[in-house]
């Protein structure tokens, strides 16, 4: 597992001045440099929100070092109301405190009950944060939409499952439609029943039972 840029231990050993804005190729960089310092050639990619856009930036700038990719509460597009959401949070990132926006965000994208253990984990680890990283990390995924159509048109030769939950309203529509589209073997999905956005926290066994099977 490997902290990000800012996140974790990684935040007690950056030059902030450094890295005046965020893209996604240089996160994904950044996890290719910690796989150079273990002497680690190749390896299988497990990412779940997120972390499945770093995952596919690794894949598409240095294929050579990723066997299969497991993509668990994928991204690949922002529906009308998640871009709604973002622009009103670029509006309101320098004035309401971060956390009140994130607990906004973890509330729309999993507003159910059942959801509830994700909604805290997702406010407890954005408590981590400083407010200044907290809104270089939103500045970088505001302005995701390009690298998303991007990887919406185009697919890689690497094996990939994509496990979503049959009630991550936000994300599982464009998965399935893309997947139809591209329609290609290397593509597999795996949909969750009674299970929000972050698959491998409201329904660990049968993540994991998934993504074993699938690595087998």
Not at 9 to 32: C, M
Not at 153 to 180: R, S
């Amino acid at each position: 597992m490997v902290d990000l840029r800012g996140h974790g231990g990684s935040k007690n050993h950056l030059n902030w001045q450094n890295f005046p804005r965020y893209t996604f190729e240089d996160i994904s960089a950044e996890v290719v440099e910690v796989m150079d310092h273990l002497e680690i050639e190749k390896s299988h990619f497990v990412g779940i929100s997120l972390g499945t856009i770093v995952i596919r930036e690794i894949a598409e700038k240095q294929p050579e070092r990723v066997s299969k990719m497991i993509m668990g509460g994928a991204i690949l597009k922002l529906n009308f109301r998640s871009q709604i959401l973002m622009r009103l949070g670029v509006i309101f990132k320098s004035v309401v405190p971060y956390i009140l926006l994130y607990k906004l965000f973890a509330w729309i994208i999993m507003p159910r009950k059942k959801h509830k253990e994700s909604r805290s984990l997702f406010v407890r680890e954005a408590r981590k944060l400083y407010q200044k990283e907290f809104i270089r990390w939103f500045r970088m995924a505001a302005e995701i939409n390009p690298l998303l159509n991007a990887h919406r048109t185009t697919t890689t030769d690497h094996d990939t499952l994509y496990v979503m939950g049959d009630e991550d309203h936000m994300f599982l529509p464009a998965i399935q439609k893309v997947l139809g589209q591209l329609n290609s073997p290397h593509l597999q999905l795996a949909v969750i029943p009674e299970c929000g956005h972050v698959v491998n926290v409201e329904k660990p066994e049968q993540f994991n039972k998934i993504s074993l099977n699938f690595l087998g």
